[in-house]
């Protein structure tokens, strides 16, 4: 019961500090590269922190199972390097099997944890986060203008860059806007300029006191016009309805009632290995965390790297695998999680029966020893 306790207690420990280091840096990552996209008009910057905030959800089953994977192996192989698993194997009848259970204990809510946020939670984070953008991407493109911002409208085709707007929103000052076709080129600048709606609806963009710079696709000749006046037509993108067509934001439900579809049955297979990875690689870390109290523990790191490195890729090709048809699902499932599998089983032989991975008569000493006789 002793060490159960200490042994749940530090893999906590261990686990929220690794986690929370994985977390920071790949919720800087995801904050950078949203900014940027804010930045660069492709969604809206009042809905940055939204857009952090689903990108966490979406990453966070990878990273509990890396983080788990890695809090269990780090805690087991600092009581190999304090000596302390020579104590326990010593005090009777405790071996490295034992510690299958109260690991599991600890490890047991994290994989359904693990579970419930790759089976419901990532899929409907993903598909608010693609809402969000195509909400943003069918607004008008005159709500898209920001002051001291290059924005791109009309699919493109024309730059927009305003300095200042007015509170009410109809008045912009120094207007500098290029438009680019199959047979112009044009530069428009101006001092001032205010937002019309006609009859019919059409928005305009009014110029006043400014000069147009007007020149044939590959031409540097440009014909020069001063205007008083100047009024330009902002194509409004008609409203239409938004789908989630991809089928990694498809609740569960409805990828069960399309599972003939092999699209389909590749999320499926996605979204149910990871609580199962999760799983085979906690208990690949318990024969794993071996170290001699003599050497380091940087190998069982990078060992435990490139293991997890390989499981992802494996996860990635068996998907490809079940979309093209290769393989089924259930298939996939038992070849790639089964294989993971019988290697922690192997390990456990080795470090519980075995007492080297090849017999001595295998070993070169062994004949070196037999020669000198």
């Known amino acids: 019961m002793i060490f159960r306790r200490s042994l749940v207690s530090e893999l906590a420990n261990t686990a929220g500090a690794v986690f929370t280091v994985i977390f920071s840096i790949v919720l800087t990552i995801g904050l950078v590269r949203i900014l940027g996209m804010a930045a660069g008009g492709r969604i809206d910057s009042g809905t940055v922190v939204e857009m952090v905030v689903y990108q ?25 390097l304090d000596s302390e ?15 299958i259970r109260p690991v599991l204990r600890f490890s047991i809510p994290i994989i359904l944890l693990i579970g419930v946020l790759s089976v419901v939670i990532s899929p409907w984070a993903r ?31 024309q730059v927009f860059f305003i300095e200042e707007v007015s509170e009410d929103g109809t008045t912009v000052k120094n207007v500098f806007l290029t438009e680019t076709s199959a047979n ?12 019309l709606v006609n ?35 902002i194509d409004v993108k008609p409203e239409k309805a938004i789908q989630m067509t991809d089928v ?25 290995c990871w609580p199962i990875a999760a799983l085979n690689l906690v208990l690949i870390a318990i024969p794993l965390s071996f170290t001699n109290p003599r050497a380091g ?18 996860i990635s090709v068996g998907e490809t695998w079940v979309r093209q048809n290769t393989l089924s699902l259930p ?8 294989a993971f599998f019988i290697f922690g089983c192997v390990l456990f032989l080795r470090r519980t029966v075995l007492q080297r991975w090849l017999p001595v008569w295998m070993s070169i000493g062994y004949w070196r020893t037999r020669g000198h006789r």
């Not at 523990?297 to 494996?314: E, W």
């Not at 298939?331 to 089964?338: D, K, R």
């Open 56 to 80: 966490a959800l979406v990453n966070l089953a990878p990273l509990l199972a890396v983080s788990l994977f890695i809090a269990v192996l780090m805690t087991l192989t600092r009581s190999w």
């Open 85 to 99: 698993m020579v104590v326990w194997f010593s005090s009777g009848g405790i071996s490295l099997v034992s510690w």
């Open 127 to 157: 598909g608010q986060s693609d809402m969000n953008r195509e909400v943003y991407a069918q607004r008008d493109d005159v709500e898209r203008l920001a002051p001291g911002r290059f924005t791109e409208i009309s699919g493109g085709q």
């Open 184 to 195: 112009k080129e044009m530069v428009v600048v101006a001092e001032t300029g205010n937002i």
């Open 199 to 233: 009859d019919q609806g059409d928005r305009y963009v009014v110029l006043h006191d400014g000069r147009r710079y007007e020149a044939p696709a590959g031409s540097r000749e440009f014909k020069i016009t001063d205007f008083e006046t100047y009024s330009l037509r």
């Open 248 to 272: 990694d934001t498809w609740p569960l439900p409805m990828l069960l009632a399309q599972f003939d579809d092999s699209e389909a049955k590749a999320e499926v297979f996605w979204r149910i």
């Open 297 to 314: 523990r940087s190998l069982n790191m990078i060992v435990a790297l490139l293991l997890f490195v390989l499981y992802l890729n494996g």
């Open 331 to 338: 298939v996939a499932l038992v070849v790639l999680n089964g």
